[in-house]
T-cell receptor
Framework: AQTVTQSQPEMSVQEAETVTLSCTYD???????LFWYKQPPSRQMILVIR??????QNATENRFSVNFQKAAKSFSLKISDSQLGDTAMYFC???????????FGTGTRLKVLA | GAGVSQSPSNKVTEKGKDVELRCDPI?????LYWYRQSLGQGLEFLIY????????KSGLPSDRFSAERTGGSVSTLTIQRTQQEDSAVYLC?????????????FGDGTRLSIL
């Protein structure tokens, strides 16, 4: 069975600084997708970034980028130039290619400090 | 609509009552998912719909939980004889198809509190 682990329950960062959220996963499969979702206090889960396992290039979306290490089964999220609006819970998620069932980590609560 | 819509936003009810939670997915999305999010936990998968069919009900925690989807659109999650441990945020998501390469779009959730 696949598992997703987020080992940092809470983190804080100063506005304009850079922060990295960690995520590790366990699978014996080779083809899958990884996601980072953001859940602000409004509760709506918003897709931040997506990575296909078959792509070696790390995904980037504006200030958000990932460090995907397939051999190490690691998928960290880097937020550059942190903004107050980045304050939220961040969830890492895994789904096997050809399936629909996301496996979510327990989340990291990020607080951006003014 | 523009996004996934869930109602009610909040629901408080007494233990033993039945509750119905509603999800209106993004128009044209054939896949629909229900999740439960308890305090301090990740998202727990409950059920998946492809069209009106639910090929995977494996996450429903007990027979007090049921869900249906009609017209390939709106879905209702029903919890009968509610218990205090049912208190959680219930999230609905939809995707164009039930395929891994298509991201799921989430609603704002329903916060259910059982007294």
């Amino acid at each position: 069975a696949q598992t997703v682990t987020q080992s940092q329950p809470e983190m804080s960062v100063q506005e304009a600084e850079t922060v990295t959220l960690s995520c590790t996963y366990d699978t014996s499969e080779n083809n899958y997708y990884l996601f980072w979702y953001k859940q602000p206090p409004s509760r709506q889960m918003i897709l931040v970034i997506r990575q296909e396992a078959y792509k070696q290039q790390n995904a980037t979306e504006n200030r958000f980028s990932v460090n995907f290490q397939k051999a190490a089964k690691s998928f960290s999220l880097k937020i550059s130039d942190s903004q107050l609006g980045d304050t939220a819970m961040y969830f890492c998620a895994f789904v096997l290619s050809g399936t629909y069932k996301y496996i979510f980590g327990t989340g990291t609560r990020l607080k951006v400090l003014a | 609509g523009a996004g996934v819509s869930q109602s009610p936003s909040n629901k408080v009810t007494e233990k033993g009552k039945d509750v119905e939670l509603r999800c209106d997915p993004i128009s044209g999305h054939t896949a629909l998912y229900w999740y439960r999010q308890s305090l301090g936990q990740g998202l727990e998968f409950l059920i998946y719909f492809q069209g009106n069919s639910a090929p995977d009900k494996s996450g429903l925690p007990s027979d007090r939980f049921s869900a249906e989807r009609t017209g390939g659109s709106v879905s209702t999650l029903t919890i009968q004889r509610t218990q205090q441990e049912d208190s959680a945020v219930y999230l609905c998501a939809s995707s164009l198809m039930g395929e891994s390469n298509q991201p799921q779009h989430f609603g704002d959730g329903t916060r259910l509190s059982i007294l």
